[in-house]
Nanobody, 126 residues
């Protein structure tokens, strides 16, 4: 069973930076690709960033390109989301997610994912 635990959220001013972390259960990387999503109240969960099935490529939502970076540390079973130049519209609950490498759905669809963390809140003040 895949377990994901996010951390690193917190209040940040617009223009600031934050790094989110996701602790991933062992051996998950061998069978799963990792991503970050976010959600605000009353809205659907939104794709932010993802690794490809091979882990050699990354994908970003237009809103994240140039400001956010997804990375991982295989030895520590960690996935990160570095967020720079934060904006008030980045305020959301951020989720780490894992999808099987042979998932039929695309990386930016929530139905591709079988495991989710509990989320970490990121409020960005103006």
């Amino acid at each position: 069973q895949v377990q994901l635990v996010e951390s690193g959220g917190g209040l940040v001013q617009a223009g600031g930076s934050l790094r989110l972390s996701c602790a991933v259960s062992e051996r998950t990387f061998s069978s799963h690709a990792m991503s970050w999503f976010r959600q605000t109240p009353g809205k659907e969960r939104q794709f932010v960033a993802a690794f490809s099935r091979t882990g050699r490529s990354t994908y970003y939502a237009d809103s994240a390109k140039g400001r956010f970076t997804i990375s991982r540390d295989n030895a520590r079973n960690m996935v990160y989301l570095q967020m720079n130049s934060l904006k008030p519209e980045d305020t959301a609950l951020y989720y780490c997610a894992a999808r099987l490498k042979d998932a039929a759905s695309a990386y930016d669809r929530t139905d591709a994912y079988t495991s989710w963390g509990q989320g970490t809140q990121v409020p960005v003040s103006s």
